[in-house]
Structure formats: C-alpha cells, structure tokens
C-alpha cells in the first residue's frame, strides 16, 4: 500500500512504482486523491498503470475504470437530510444511510491506450462505456 499526502509524494510514489514490479493501482477514495484526479489520471497513462478509481469523474477524464459509489447520489442523501432537519428532525433520530448502488463506468480509449483488451464480460456489466 502506497500514501501520499502531497503532489511531490504522488510523484515519488508513481516513480516507484516501476521498481517494485507493480502492474496495476487501485486508487481509494479520498478527499486529497479526489482533488489530484488530473495528476493521478494523467501519471497513471504515463507509467501505462491500468488504474481503478472510486468516482466516476476519474474514468470520464481518462481514468481506466472507475467502480464505486456515486457523488450525486449521496449528495442528494445529504440533502435529504438536511431538509429533513430543517423541517424539525433532530439529527439524532435520523436513520444511518448507505449507498444502494454502485456503478461502474469503463473507458476504452483509456484501455485502448494501454494496450488493454476489456472482457466482454466485464463490459455487459459496466454501467457506462467511455468510447
């Protein structure tokens, strides 16, 4: 597993990579990662890293696959809440939410450009195909 909390640490950790044999990268969730998506995008093409992102933005930008929750879904859970407490609720009495879906978007440029063929298995199960 591989932290950054800087640009330069992203840099540093992309240049070894390569040492160390990795072949692939699962990029987290993160709110730090979130706001690094063109770096993280743009060095994971490259290092020619096949990458899997949380958020979808990243595919959409040039990110390999993404497959995870939605942004607007919970910012519209979010909302809901909060027009719930507006109305009277108290916070406390508000029931714990969790995503009820989770999407998977693939972009075959990307994979293209990385040399990748994506199984048609994978693809009939993709939400969104980036063509």
Request: include cysteine.
């Amino acid at each position: 597993m591989f932290t950054a909390a800087s640009t330069t640490e992203i840099e540093a950790s992309f240049d070894s990579f390569s040492g160390r044999g990795i072949g692939a990268l699962l990029v987290s969730s993160d709110p730090f990662f979130d706001g690094e998506r063109n770096r993280l995008v743009s060095l994971a093409a490259r290092y020619s890293l096949p990458a899997i992102y949380q958020w979808r933005e990243f595919a959409t930008i040039g990110g390999l696959m993404s497959c995870g929750t939605s942004i607007l879904d919970a910012y519209t859970q979010a909302g809901a809440y909060v027009g719930r407490i507006l109305h009277g609720t108290k916070a406390a009495d508000l029931p714990v939410l969790q995503p009820t879906r989770i999407e998977t978007v693939i972009n075959l440029k990307a994979a293209a450009a990385l040399g990748l063929t994506v199984p048609n298995f994978i693809l009939t199960r993709a939400d969104e195909i980036i063509e």
